[in-house]
């Protein structure tokens, strides 16, 4: 605390991130297209321009502090979790996706596709503890309901995302819950409480939301789906049960991984083909694990050129009391996650800056944590360069700014969290 408090803050030090925006956004309006301009390129220039910056250091100096961003187990957890989902979602292919579309249309009427995707995204997420790795496994089964029943697509894609999200931020597996608890100081029991009677209220009115859309639609085309293969729904029960009973997520995902290509094997597909499909898996997973690459060296960069210690200079100024106070810790990880587009990433940087904050509002470190998992969801949830939107939009081929207005969840999350701030935490001790 004491190192941060010594560093000068420097508005200066988030320039980078203000010409990302320009050169990401920009193009993306002028071709009304969020993907048309790459967010790996635009990342790039941001970096650039960080590189630019400090004079005081010289450029060998700047690629240590690059390298020393990156030397985090977190970082290194998301990007193998990343590839191990790709190599999980590939194995089984369109197939395995398509088996548990005709699975769920087999009970449920077709209208309500998307409020029971959602449900199972959240049940998933709560159970693994990644938010990535659920829509890596939910999406590509809500664009074969979709082809086959004319469903919304980007409704679809918007609750697959929203209930990911769910569990990203309440599953005691979470790298964000992790992340929140250790540096605050508490209770992983004591924060999912505090978590859990914010996020219900909003988990309610999606599904409330989600009703209307259901009950209203015209109808959704007929469908009969075809003959089920059991065999290919064992991957994902085996993933569902290993992630409830807490088995680690690298475990789950390389069981399921095994268990598929037995048995696509055992029904006749190719080894070549099944070796393929592995690896076009994991191949659909690198402009996402680049993207977080590039955002953990550029955001590096901006806290030691004293980017981060502006933005608490700057909420010292703007809030005043207790609510204030969790306005700013709000605003804070919210800003983290808009520059760095990892929730995990954000929340750590925000954490001791948080701390600070809530020792002299008097918040607790219930709350605190909270906050902090919340807006860091809340804002990654709804971020098109995200790596959650990143990895929907790629798999199912819609475009982000068609989803963004679905995303009920991350929206009604963040009202339920600032109506909240006005009740006083159910853990009293810091």
Same mark, same amino acid.
């Given at each position: 605390?004491?190192?941060?408090?010594? =560093?000068?803050?420097?508005?200066?030090?988030?320039?980078?991130?203000?010409?990302?925006?320009?050169?990401?956004?920009?193009? @993306?309006?002028?071709?009304?297209?969020?993907?048309?301009?790459?967010?790996?390129?635009?990342?790039?220039?941001?970096?650039?321009?960080?590189?630019?910056?400090?004079?005081?250091?010289?450029?060998?100096?700047?690629?240590?502090?690059?390298?020393?961003?990156?030397?985090?187990?977190?970082?290194?957890?998301?990007?193998?979790?990343?590839?191990?989902?790709?190599?999980?979602?590939?194995?089984?292919?369109?197939?395995?996706?398509?088996?548990?579309?005709?699975?769920?249309?087999?009970?449920?009427?077709?209208?309500?596709?998307?409020?029971?995707?959602?449900?199972?995204?959240?049940?998933?997420?709560?159970?693994?503890?990644?938010? &990535?790795?659920?829509?890596?496994?939910?999406?590509?089964?809500?664009?074969?309901?979709?082809?086959? *029943?004319?469903?919304?697509?980007?409704?679809?894609?918007?609750?697959?995302?929203?209930?990911?999200?769910?569990?990203?931020?309440? @599953?005691?597996?979470?790298?964000?819950?992790?992340?929140?608890?250790?540096?605050?100081? &508490?209770?992983?029991?004591?924060?999912?409480?505090?978590?859990?009677?914010?996020?219900?209220?909003?988990?309610?009115?999606?599904?409330?939301?989600?009703?209307?859309?259901?009950?209203?639609?015209?109808?959704?085309?007929?469908?009969?789906?075809?003959?089920?293969?059991?065999?290919?729904?064992?991957?994902?029960?085996?993933?569902?049960?290993?992630?409830?009973?807490?088995?680690?997520?690298?475990?789950?995902?390389?069981?399921?991984?095994?268990?598929?290509?037995?048995? %696509?094997?055992?029904?006749?597909?190719?080894?070549?083909?099944?070796?393929?499909?592995?690896?076009?898996?994991?191949?659909?997973?690198?402009?996402?694990?680049?993207?977080?690459?590039?955002?953990?060296?550029?955001?590096?960069?901006?806290?030691?050129?004293? /980017?981060?210690?502006?933005?608490?200079?700057?909420? =010292?100024?703007?809030?005043?009391?207790?609510?204030?106070?969790?306005?700013?810790?709000?605003?804070?990880?919210?800003?983290?996650?808009?520059?760095?587009?990892?929730? *995990?990433?954000?929340?750590v940087m925000a954490a001791p800056i948080a701390k600070t904050i809530s020792e002299e509002y008097g918040i607790t470190s219930t709350?605190?944590?909270?906050?902090?998992?919340?807006?860091?969801?809340?804002?990654?949830?709804?971020?098109?360069?995200?790596?959650?939107?990143?990895?929907?939009?790629?798999? *199912?081929?819609?475009?982000? /700014?068609?989803?963004?207005?679905?995303?009920?969840?991350?929206?009604?999350?963040?009202?339920?969290?600032?109506?909240?701030?006005?009740?006083?935490?159910?853990?009293? %001790?810091?």
């Amino acid at each position: 605390m004491q190192e941060l408090s010594q =560093k000068k803050g420097n508005w200066w030090a988030l320039l980078p991130i203000a010409v990302f925006l320009v050169v990401y956004i920009g193009f @993306s309006l002028i071709f009304n297209d969020f993907y048309a301009m790459s967010v790996v390129v635009a990342f790039m220039v941001a970096i650039l321009v960080a590189c630019l910056q400090n004079r005081k250091l010289k450029f060998d100096d700047k690629l240590s502090v690059m390298a020393k961003g990156l030397a985090d187990k977190n970082i290194v957890t998301m990007i193998l979790i990343f590839l191990a989902a790709g190599v999980f979602a590939g194995t089984l292919g369109r197939e395995g996706a398509k088996t548990v579309a005709d699975l769920f249309l087999s009970f449920i009427p077709s209208n309500f596709s998307a409020l029971v995707l959602f449900l199972v995204a959240c049940f998933v997420s709560t159970a693994m503890g990644t938010s &990535c790795g659920t829509i890596t496994v939910i999406a590509p089964i809500g664009l074969a309901i979709s082809q086959a *029943t004319g469903i919304s697509l980007p409704l679809i894609v918007g609750s697959v995302i929203g209930g990911a999200m769910f569990g990203d931020n309440l @599953s005691f597996i979470s790298d964000t819950t992790i992340a929140a608890t250790s540096t605050q100081g &508490c209770k992983m029991k004591d924060k999912f409480k505090e978590n859990f009677f914010i996020a219900l209220p909003a988990a309610i009115l999606t599904i409330v939301v989600l009703l209307i859309f259901a009950l209203t639609s015209d109808g959704a085309s007929d469908y009969t789906p075809d003959k089920i293969n059991v065999w290919l729904l064992l991957p994902y029960v085996l993933v569902l049960i290993g992630g409830i009973v807490g088995i680690n997520v690298f475990v789950v995902l390389i069981s399921g991984i095994v268990t598929a290509i037995v048995i %696509k094997l055992a029904l006749g597909v190719e080894l070549l083909a099944v070796v393929s499909s592995m690896g076009g898996g994991a191949s659909g997973m690198f402009e996402v694990i680049m993207v977080t690459v590039l955002v953990t060296v550029l955001s590096a960069l901006m806290r030691e050129f004293g /980017g981060f210690d502006a933005l608490l200079s700057g909420i =010292k100024k703007l809030f005043k009391g207790k609510v204030g106070g969790q306005l700013g810790i709000s605003l804070l990880v919210s800003a983290m996650d808009v520059a760095t587009a990892n929730n *995990t990433v954000a929340i750590v940087m925000a954490a001791p800056i948080a701390k600070t904050i809530s020792e002299e509002y008097g918040i607790t470190s219930t709350k605190t944590a909270s906050l902090l998992d919340i807006f860091g969801s809340v804002v990654q949830g709804i971020i098109p360069y995200g790596a959650q939107m990143v990895t929907a939009v790629s798999l *199912t081929a819609v475009s982000a /700014g068609a989803v963004i207005p679905f995303l009920f969840y991350p929206y009604l999350l963040a009202l339920s969290a600032l109506a909240f701030m006005f009740i006083p935490s159910f853990k009293k %001790k810091k």
